[in-house]
C-alpha cells in the first residue's frame, strides 16, 4: 500500500501543543504505515501571518523528533495551480462570480444559506468578486477513521467561497489541489477540521480527484473549554524540552505510553510511539480537556 500523509500548518502564530497532536498523530500514522510524512506551509493568507513563525516550522519539527520527507512545500508556490482550477471549475459553469457582501447576506437568507443570488444575477465584469461553487442536491458520505460515518447534506450550508473577494484563495480549494498534487493518500488532523471535509470531497469530486482516507483526532480543550489555538493564547512549544510534551501528546492520544519513558531519549520515545501507534485506540470523541488525560 502507498502511504502518504502530511502535517500542514499556517504560520499565523507559533506551534502549540494542538499543532503538536496532529503534528505528532500524522506523523506517527505515516511511519507506522512504512508511509512518507511531507511537511507543507499553508501561508495564503499574508495579512494573518506572522513574522518569522514559518521559518521557525522546520526547527520545531526537528526538535521533536518529527523529520518529514521530501522538500518542504509552501502554498504559496502553487497559485498558478490554484488558478488553473478557478478557471476549470469556472469552464464547466460550476464556479461563478459573487460581489455579495456580508450584510446583504445577513438580510437576503435568514439562515445564512447562500441564496445564489448572483448565479442568477451575474455582477458586472469590473466588480471585485468573490467565487463560489454550486453544491445543489449534493450528499457527501465517508466514515472518518476516528470520528465514524458522517454524512452532509451541502445544500444545508450553500455554495461556498473558493476565491475570496480579497483577492485570496480560500484554504477548501488550496488544501484540496494541494493534497492531489502531492498524492496525498492519508489525512491526520485536528477535528475542528471534519466540518470541512465534506465541502473538501465535493471538490475532489467535482475535479476527479481522488478522495484520501480521513481521520480526525479530538482537539485539546483548555479549562475554559476553548479549543486551544493561537487564537486562544495557547504557549508556544518549548524546543529545549521535548518530551514532556510529547508524553503528553501520546497520552491525549490514548496510546498509554509507559512512565519509563519519560526518561528516555526523543529517538528512544519516538520510535516506541511507531512500533506501539494503533490510530483505532484514540477515543471518538470531537474535543476533550488536557488536564484529564492523565493516567
Ligand atoms: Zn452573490
Known sequence: MTYIGRFAPSPTGPLHFGSLLAALASFLD????????LLRIEDLDPPREQSGVKEQFPLVLEAFGLCWDEELSFQSERLQNYDDVLNELANQRIAYRCNCSRKQIIERCSNMVYDQHCLYHPPEPEQQCAI??????????????IQ???AYNLNNSGDFVIYRRDNLY???????????????THVVRGSDLLDETARQIHLQQL???????????????NPEGQKLSKQTFAPALDTDNPIPALFQALV?????????????SKDELIAWAIENWRIKDIKQTMAKPLNTTEQ
Do not use: M
Open 30 to 37: 505515516a511511519r507506522a504505515n512504512n508511509g512518507k510524512w
Open 207 to 221: 475535479l476527479g480527484y481522488p478522495t484520501p482516507a480521513y481521520a480526525h483526532i479530538p482537539v485539546a480543550a
Open 132 to 145: 463560489r461553487v454550486r453544491c445543489k442536491d449534493c450528499l457527501i458520505s465517508f466514515r472518518d477513521i
Open 148 to 150: 465514524g460515518a458522517h
Open 252 to 264: 491525549f492520544l490514548d496510546q498509554h505510553p509507559p512512565n519509563e519513558l519519560l526518561y528516555a
Open 170 to 184: 480560500a484554504y477548501l480549494l488550496a488544501v484540496v489541489v494541494d493534497d492531489f498534487l502531492q498524492g496525498i
